[in-house]
């Protein structure tokens, strides 16, 4: 099974940029579907953008124009590049993923996650 670790986020000014790397261990990272995913305080965990093992993209409507996932195959990482920074992005972010074809799988489909790492954004 592939093992994810995140790192990259902080505490960011409005408006701020942050790049979140997601660094897999194990095999046949290539073949997988790989998403990037937020939970904030009382709420529910979401698929923020999604990129697949043929490297097309989707994203959440609330992010498109200022995030940008991609993936290095050769370094086993994903990214997810943060621009325009809100306070309503302070979460933490989760990197997942799922040996398939297609787009990620949805938050509840996963039975195991990594610890994430907190973005805050404030002044």
């Known amino acids: 099974q592939v093992q994810l670790v995140e790192s990259g986020g902080g505490l960011v000014q409005p408006g701020g940029s942050l790049r979140l790397s997601c660094k897999a261990s194990?095999?046949?990272?290539?073949?997988?579907?790989m998403g990037w995913y937020r939970q904030a305080p009382g709420k529910q965990r979401e698929l923020v953008a999604g990129?697949?093992?043929?490297?097309?993209?989707n994203y959440a409507d609330y992010v498109k124009g200022r995030f940008t996932i991609s993936r290095d195959n050769a370094k086993n990482t994903v990214y997810l590049q943060m621009n325009s920074l809100k306070s309503e992005d302070t979460a933490v972010y989760y990197c997942?993923?799922?040996?398939?074809?297609?787009?990620?799988?949805?938050?509840?489909?996963?039975?195991?996650w990594g610890q994430g790492t907190q973005v805050t954004v404030s002044s």
């Open positions: 997942n993923g799922r040996f398939k074809v297609g787009p990620p799988p949805r938050p509840d489909e996963y039975d195991d």
């Open positions: 990129i697949t093992s043929g490297a097309s993209t």
């Open positions: 194990g095999s046949r990272f290539s073949f997988y579907a």
